[in-house]
């Protein structure tokens, strides 16, 4: 009699397979999203670039219209701008002292230097 004494074993490694793609599947989706943070780290170092460039040239705007502003609202200007335009711009009249009103400094004055004690309870009604 004879007896086919071969295993019955499968043609093709199925576990072996599985276990290499799956490492295969690990590997590559890790490398990917390490691609993709690198790009994002560069794209956000970009973008800060930019940004910073926008502050700067923001900050020499604010600068020269601040400049400008105190220039025109100097004291010589409002005057110069009055001798042009004698019937459009308001009068500037020099204020006389009786109109000023100087205040005092009102900074509390502490009459005695001993130290109190101070309480939270409530009195009894």
Sequence with gaps: ???????????????????VGML?????????????????????????????????SLETKDEVISSRIAKLSSFEALRKRQSQDREVFAKLVPVPDNLVVRMQDSTPVNRDDQVRTVSNLHPAR
Excluded: C, W
Aim: glycine residues 8%.
């Design 24 to 56: 295969l599947l690990t590997v590559g989706g890790g490398a990917l999203f390490y691609v993709n943070a690198k790009n994002e780290v560069h794209r956000n170092g970009q973008r800060k670039k930019d940004l910073e460039r926008e502050l700067v």
């Design 1 to 19: 009699m004879s007896v086919n004494r071969r295993r019955n074993a499968n043609l093709l490694p199925v576990a072996k397979i599985f276990l």
